[in-house]
């Protein structure tokens, strides 16, 4: 028996000795693989690893982030290194930018400097987290300067990359400057995703901001306070629709000790095709994709662009026949002078076989309404609001009605009524 408990022991020692190196190997066959999947999902930020040198208990790489601006055509490489460490279950990669994280000759860190990690694990999870302490950066040309709080954050990636959850908190920063100064405190951001199919997620997150002060030089500081902004993005049953809304919350701006508030604004997306909305920004991604590659020089491939156009148009052609609704459900702005209210809603009805093989545009079958409802005092009170309103109030398209002015709104058959008035729209789709 005892002989048996050796070689069991002595079983446990050669695999425990031996998983550094494998999971070594398994980490660089998951960073080629991440490396792969971010070049080709996106054009914008390409990553190039330079040298992989894989060992037992550890390993050391060298890349390159190169980020391309789109409209110049111009890439920024920026060059570092990485430590990784071999454990029994995964890998840590801590990564440090080649020169340093400030510039030959200044120190945005003064108390330590940041991390940059990748946490690695056998059986698919990710974490990537940054660790920032204090930063200050100065612009003796322009007299800017930007300062930040420690901060904390973190990406966690599942499921062979399926799913996702991210989390930042940032208590503080400002930006400073000749003409205006700004300050942001308390910063919190989660978001969890879930792969649908293609380039469908779907999934909920929030974005809170405690306060954001703007103050101009000689004038009076303008307070936002309590600012969120909540995504919710969710499947039918059958995974077949989506239904997606973003909520924008502002609880009230202050200025010269007067405030006014709550100020709401709703964005949604309902009952759109699974299948046509993913078709569609494939597409649009695609042409997108093409027009980086070809730089502000040069012009994408005529047949690959004509192929992601037809994409476009088709897909959008089956999002319309499959019924749809997008706009704002939901507008209201707190004001000195009253609210102002509103709301714009498109529809689309979902169309048989034969409807749909009789299709000549999307627009023939789009139905939808809008109303806005502003106080009479905000117009007379502001010259500029006054200016941007008078041509609507000319053609008749916001009337008076008590103390506010309307506008009514009804979109059918390739015509708007507003408030009465009949106005033909041109078939753009």
């Given at each position: ?8 022991g002595a ?278 994709t093409m027009v980086v ?137």
């Amino acid at each position: 028996m005892q002989k048996k408990w050796m070689i069991a022991g002595a079983s446990v020692l050669v695999v425990a000795g031996a998983m550094p190196w494998i999971v070594g190997f398994v980490t660089q066959v998951q960073w080629q693989k991440a490396t792969e999947e971010v070049n080709r999902s996106q054009p914008f930020v390409r990553m190039e690893t330079g040298d992989y040198r894989r060992g037992v208990l550890g390993s050391e790489l060298r890349g390159s982030l190169v980020l391309q601006n789109p409209d110049t055509g111009e890439s920024h490489h920026l060059d570092y290194t990485a430590n990784v460490s071999h454990g029994v279950t995964g890998s840590l990669l801590d990564f440090k930018p080649v020169g340093g994280w400030s510039p030959e000759g200044v120190d945005w860190f003064p108390d330590s400097e940041p991390r940059l990690t990748l946490e690695t694990r056998l059986w698919g999870t990710a974490t990537v987290e940054l660790e920032a302490p204090t930063m200050t950066m100065t612009n003796e040309a322009t007299g800017e300067s930007l300062n930040t709080s420690g901060g904390l954050a973190r990406v966690e990636i599942s499921d062979a990359g399926s799913r996702a959850e991210a989390l930042m908190v940032w208590p503080a920063l400002s930006l400073s400057g000749p003409e205006v100064d700004i300050r942001i405190a308390d910063i919190h951001l989660e978001q969890d995703m879930e792969h649908l199919v293609g380039d469908v997620w779907i999934g909920a997150g929030e974005l809170d901001v405690g306060s954001l002060v703007v103050t101009p030089k000689a004038e009076e500081p303008v307070n936002f306070r309590d600012f969120s902004l909540t995504s919710a993005t969710a499947a039918s049953a059958d995974e077949s629709r989506i239904d997606s809304t973003v909520t924008i919350k502002l609880e009230e701006i202050v200025r010269a000790n007067q405030s006014y508030g709550p100020h709401r604004l709703t964005f949604a997306l309902e009952d759109l095709d699974v299948a046509s909305w993913s078709s569609l920004t494939g597409g649009m991604s695609d042409l997108q994709t093409m027009v980086v590659q070809a730089g502000p020089d040069g012009a994408p491939e005529p047949e690959r662009q004509m192929a992601a156009m037809e994409q476009v148009n088709q897909a959008l052609r089956d999002l319309a026949a499959s019924g749809f609704s997008v706009g704002f459900p939901e507008l209201s702005l707190s004001t000195p002078e009253g609210t102002v209210t509103g709301h714009a809603m498109i529809r689309h009805p979902e169309l048989s076989a034969d409807e749909r093989a009789g299709m000549l545009m999307v627009m023939q079958r789009l139905a939808g309404d809008m109303s806005l409802s502003v106080p009479t005092a905000l117009v007379e009170t502001y010259p500029d609001v006054r200016l941007q309103l008078a041509p609507l109030i000319k053609q008749g398209l916001l009337i008076e009605d008590g103390d506010q002015l309307v506008m009514e709104a009804v979109m059918k058959d390739l015509m708007v009524n507003v408030n009465g008035r009949e106005i033909p729209l041109p078939p753009l789709l």
